[in-house]
């Protein structure tokens, strides 16, 4: 995209506003001729690999049509059929890779590993979730928001639950872009500390952590939530059941926020957990809108980073 330097995108800290500005713009335009039938197929000839070493519906699917749409291929790579489950290190992986493909997505565990592979890689790196972030995710629900709302600064988000990944890359989001974000987690589940401070210093807008999820939904105008443990915490399961008792998106707690509130939530949820089926299935969710969004905002992204000047 004109304008825009290459280069990875591992957070959303790795974007400026105007950067996002521009995608969303963009998206709304992708997202148009999409709809009209209208092909657009910038990146022929092009290939996008999808390295996953956890399971996904929405980011690989959402990644490989993306890629197909604009005209390119894709190689899905899973860890247990790849050197990289036995051990090839991530500096050799990400050097090779990129002498093959023209882009990487990478879903893995700890952040260092897309830090490690993107300073090691020749072709831009997207991170498609680590433990930390999940950029790809938020950037698609910020542009969700201003597709319903029409804005997005001004608002008052509230995050319902962990402090996880989404939350982090949330926190990241309003600081950018100028929205208010109340958290509401439970002690000991609240965001990165780090995440936390550095967008609080940057930001124009509210950021805090409250532990009564009715202090976060009341007048809010966006609801968000996500499932209580994330992929890597299943051994925590039952014991995470027990200290999210009460963080739970449902109809009472939809009341608090504003009448037209919308209610988020990135999937896969967890229906009687985090956010009741009455809710997911209500008026105020636009939740299918935002799970369909990832392509049309992804669309975008791709376009973008592989595309030759
Ligand atoms: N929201 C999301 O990233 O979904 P998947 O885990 O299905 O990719
Ligand atoms: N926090 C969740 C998000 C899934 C898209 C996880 O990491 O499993």
């Given at each position: 995209m004109k304008g825009l330097e290459k280069k990875h995108l591992l957070t959303i800290f790795d974007l400026s506003k105007d950067e996002i500005n521009a995608i969303f713009e963009k998206t709304r335009l992708f997202k148009e001729r999409q709809k009209r039938g209208i092909p657009h197929n910038p990146l022929i000839g092009k290939t996008l690999a999808l390295i996953f070493e956890k399971a996904?519906?929405?980011t690989r699917v959402s990644f490989e049509t993306a890629m197909y749409q604009l005209g390119g291929n894709t190689i899905f790579i899973s860890q247990k059929d790849s050197q990289i489950g036995r051990g090839?290190?991530?500096?050799?992986?990400?050097?090779?890779l990129s002498?093959?493909?023209?882009?990487?997505v990478i879903r893995t565990f700890g952040h260092d590993i897309v830090e490690e592979f993107a300073q090691y890689s020749s072709a831009p790196v997207i991170n498609g979730l680590t433990d930390l972030h999940h950029p790809c995710q938020v950037l698609t629900d910020v542009f969700t928001i201003i597709e319903k709302t029409g804005n997005c600064?001004?608002?008052k988000a509230a995050w319902i639950g962990d402090g996880n990944n989404m939350a982090n890359s949330w926190i990241e989001a309003a600081s950018r872009l100028g929205f208010d974000l109340m958290l509401a987690c439970p002690e000991g589940y609240w965001p990165d500390k780090n995440i936390m401070?550095?967008?609080?210093?940057?930001?124009?807008?509210r950021i805090e952590i409250v532990t009564d999820p009715r202090d976060a939904a009341k007048d809010a105008d966006v609801l968000n939530t996500d499932v209580w443990a994330s992929m890597?915490?299943?051994?925590?399961?039952?014991?995470r059941k027990k200290v999210f008792q009460g963080y739970q998106i449902n109809s009472d707690l939809l009341r608090l926020a504003k009448?037209?509130?919308?209610?988020m939530h990135c999937l896969p949820a967890h229906r009687g957990e985090e956010i009741t089926d009455e809710v997911m299935e209500g008026p105020n969710s636009v939740i299918f809108d935002q799970a369909e969004?990832?392509?049309?905002?992804?669309?975008?992204?791709?376009?973008?980073l592989l595309k030759s000047n």
């Open positions: 996904s519906t929405r090839e290190p991530i500096k050799d992986t990400a050097r090779v002498r093959y493909v023209d882009g990487i600064k001004g608002l401070e550095k967008a609080k210093k940057e930001a124009q807008s890597g915490q299943e051994d925590e399961t039952e014991k009448k037209d509130a919308i209610v969004n990832r392509l049309h905002v992804q669309k975008v992204i791709l376009e973008w």
